[in-house]
Nanobody, 124 residues
Framework: QVQLVESGGGLVQAGDSLSVSCAAS????????MAWFRRAPGKEREFVVC????????DYADSVKGRFTISRDNAKNTVYLQMNNLKPEDTAVYYC?????????????????WGQGTQVTVSS
């Protein structure tokens, strides 16, 4: 069982930067693929980015490519999402997710564990 706890969300202005983190419990974090998804008001949850267990492979949604960066520190059981040049359309609840077989995927139902989410609001 893995518990995920996101932190670092908040209210920023368009063009600002923000970093969110996801801390995982358990001793097998380094075996998990991790991802960030988001759900904007009135919209379905969407894929943002994923990262392989080693951190050597990442995959970004086109909407955030070049602005967001995912990273992980397996020694700290933590995955990070650095968000630069934020836009109002980035406003959403951001969720981290863990996939137990190590397969980094864009498909939400392939992820086994989810955090409670952290709100990111970008004002124009």
């Amino acid at each position: 069982q893995v518990q995920l706890v996101e932190s670092g969300g908040g209210l920023v202005q368009a063009g600002d930067s923000l970093s969110v983190s996801c801390a995982a419990s358990g001793r097998t974090f380094s075996y998990y693929a991790m991802a960030w998804f988001r759900r904007a008001p009135g919209k379905e949850r969407e894929f943002v980015v994923c990262i392989s267990p080693s951190g050597g492979r990442t995959d970004y949604a086109d909407s955030v490519k070049g602005r967001f960066t995912i990273s992980r520190d397996n020694a700290k059981n933590t995955v990070y999402l650095q968000m630069n040049n934020l836009k109002p359309e980035d406003t959403a609840v951001y969720y981290c997710a863990a996939e137990a077989t190590g397969r980094a995927s864009r498909v939400s139902w392939e992820y086994d564990y989810w955090g409670q989410g952290t709100q990111v609001t970008v004002s124009s």
